[in-house]
């Protein structure tokens, strides 16, 4: 069962990877400029971000395992359609489709082995469905590096076939639990106020800072940010007052999930910018090759793959709150290394040095915060409680990437690093500021 958790995530998680490594030579091949560069990221995040608490829901009324099934097959249909995308805008619109596929991917993986471990078992288990997901981190790049040196980046889309075939394989020997009382209701009216407002708002920060490949004039596009967050207070009012609300008010009524989803937004924002910019300038300002650019970035996800597991069993034992305000401020320094490749030579040292403290930072930091949110929420009730912390995450990192063109200035640079780097750093600080004062105890029991 674990296993097939891992594979069916590591699908969703190694399409993220390999693709920012293949930007570059998207926006050679299609044209656009960064706006083109966003859309390929933020198509994907938006109808990821929609879709994630619908698709929580979903898990639990209709079998976690069926819904996996389902998605898997999705994807590799929408990756194929990437992988032959003639256009920018036929490629955006795949990607818009492949997002609704991821949505269902990660919640229900999770909320099996939520609803399979408890206690220490289970804080243990999400540090293995952590370190083991981040390979795709590992190879995700590096692999993508080649793949576009080698054959071009549409291959890029085509090499996730391979985990999605041995997760359906894997899923196929695993059985789920039987229900236990009546399927519950989903209320459709908030899925498509959360899925509306996200898109609005993510259109609207794009278009902004969109520069001279903007389609929308700034204050259409400031306007659909302001109708974007109407919108999405107006899913908030909805959903507090639902008879069967897409996110049960009462899952906040437990202080480590409500802390850990403040912690979450702000820590994943700063990871959304942090993960992409680097890898972009390292190619279109310092002009290494793909694979290079890659490799740059590989110290930091091992360390990612060694230390997730350990880290989750200590948080196990000693209670998450310690490592999830230390890891986003050790991460905060490494993102303020990358201020030192305006100094002068080897600009490629401090961002590689910086990555790998971001990466060390990172380690400490996702298990135990995964472990603390989720160790909250009832058995019965894990696929929509993976899909809020999912979709925090996702959130957090479409409106931070959706912004990188105004932080950047329109274009790539070393000053516009410089300037990601203090944002994701400050981003990093409050929300390690924020565990610090929200998480409590959490020391997880075999009882739990």
Known sequence: ??????????????????????????????????ITQQWVVDGYLLTLSAFILLSGAVSDAFGRLRVLRVALVAFVATSLLCAAAPTAEVLVAARLLQGVAGALLVPGSLGLIIATFSGRAQATAIGRWTAWTSVSQLFGPVLGGVLVDALGWRSVFVIGLVPAAAAMVLLGRVRDAPRAGPRPAIDVVSAVLAAGGLGLLTVGLIEVGGGSHAVLPVGAA???????????????????????????????????????????????????????????YLQQVLRLPATLAALVGLPATILLIVLSGRFGALAGRLGPRRF?????????????????????????????????????????????????????????????????????????????????????????????????????????????????????????????
Do not use: C, K
């Open 1 to 34: 069962m674990l296993a097939a958790a891992v594979l069916a995530s590591f699908v969703s998680f190694l399409d993220g990877s390999i693709t920012n490594i293949a930007l570059p030579a998207i926006q050679r091949d299609l044209g656009g400029g960064v």
């Open 222 to 280: 400031s306007g659909l940010i302001v109708v974007g967050l109407v919108v999405l207070a107006g899913f908030l009012l909805r959903d507090r007052r639902a008879a069967h609300p897409l996110v049960p008010p009462a899952l906040f009524a437990a202080r480590n999930f409500s802390a850990g989803n403040a912690t979450t937004l702000f820590v994943y924002g700063a990871g959304g910018i942090a993960f992409l910019v680097p890898a972009l």
């Open 324 to 448: 999830m305000t230390a890891g986003p401020l050790v991460a905060a320094g490494g993102m303020l290394l990358w201020l030192l490749t305006g100094v002068g030579a080897g600009q490629v040292w401090f961002v590689a040095a910086g990555t790998v403290v971001v990466g060390l930072g990172m380690s400490m930091t996702v298990a135990p915060l995964t472990s603390a949110v989720l160790g909250a929420v009832p058995g019965s009730e894990s696929g929509i409680g993976s899909a809020v912390n999912n979709a925090v995450a996702r959130v957090a990192g479409l409106v931070t990437t959706s912004a990188v063109g105004l932080i950047l200035g329109g274009a790539v640079s070393t000053a516009g690093l410089g300037r990601v780097a203090v944002v994701s750093a400050v981003l990093m600080v409050i929300g390690g500021s924020v565990a610090f004062a929200g998480i409590r105890g959490g020391v997880a029991s075999d009882a739990d």
